[in-house]
């Protein structure tokens, strides 16, 4: 439990792994956030917004990814570089970084 009075789950799958997928599939991610949102200056909830509901309603049906394979060359150079980042960061701040697949929500219904 947080301060926010929220449980979650922790996700030990390796990023980008079948299983990974599946633990974030109908779950809001944090990139995501700024989408959920946005709304139209009428009030009405935006097209990207609506899609990415239908796609996250879907996912929860299914219990499944719909296609999560969108990848750009700024996602790419971020991962070539995590593991690099990660060392400069242990060493320059003397901490040790344990990797974990993701947090998720542990109520299944928000």
């Not at 917004?49 to 219990?63: C, G, T, V």
């Not at 060359?73 to 697949?101: P, T, W």
Request: glycine fraction near 8%; charged fraction near 25%; proline fraction near 1%.
């Amino acid at each position: 439990m947080n301060n926010f009075g929220l449980s979650w789950a922790l996700s030990e799958h390796e990023q980008g792994s079948v299983e990974w997928l599946n633990d974030r599939a109908g779950r809001i991610t944090g990139s995501m956030a700024k989408v959920v949102r946005k709304r139209l200056k009428s009030g009405e909830w935006s097209v990207p917004a609506k899609k990415y509901a239908f796609k996250l309603a879907f996912e929860r049906i299914a219990k499944g990814v719909l296609d999560d394979t969108y990848r750009n060359a700024y996602m790419s150079r971020g991962n070539n570089l995590e593991v690099d980042a990660r060392i400069i960061h242990e060493s320059k701040d003397g901490v040790f970084i344990d990797e974990v697949g993701a947090f998720l929500s542990a109520c299944v219904n928000c």
